[in-house]
């Protein structure tokens, strides 16, 4: 059974950085490639970031470009999310996912996913 668990959301204040985590079980985690997703509350589901298998490659949305960085530990089965001068907007559910065929940023191309992690941006 696959598994995928996020954590280290929170609440912080604009300007402060957060870290997130997601910790995969029950696949192969070095032959995925890992994506982050984020959800506002009223709206759709949005791509943030993704990581290729091996690490590689990485590629961002463009309200997050320069601010965070996803990077991954394939002895840990873990990836993350780094993000930096958050601001309110960035509010969101944040989800990661699993992608067997490679790196990609539409949602519907994940295999698997996690459960969430909040995060909330006070200004």
């Known amino acids: 059974q696959v598994q995928l668990v996020e954590s280290g959301g929170g609440l912080v204040q604009a300007g402060d950085s957060l870290r997130v985590s997601c910790t995969a079980s029950?696949?192969?985690?070095?032959?995925?490639?890992l994506g982050w997703f984020r959800q506002a509350p009223g709206k759709e589901r949005l791509f943030v970031a993704a990581?290729?298998?091996?690490?590689?490659?990485?590629t961002y949305a463009d309200s997050v470009k320069g601010r965070f960085t996803i990077s991954r530990d394939n002895n840990k089965n873990t990836v993350y999310l780094q993000m930096n001068r958050l601001k309110p907007e960035d509010t969101a559910a944040y989800y990661c996912?699993?992608?067997?065929?490679?790196?990609?940023?539409?949602?519907?191309?994940?295999?698997?996913w996690g459960q969430g992690t909040q995060v909330t941006v006070s200004s």
């Open positions: 996912a699993a992608n067997r065929a490679g790196i990609g940023q539409r949602a519907s191309v994940y295999d698997y």
């Open positions: 029950g696949l192969t985690f070095s032959a995925y490639a």
């Open positions: 990581i290729s298998a091996g690490g590689g490659i990485t």
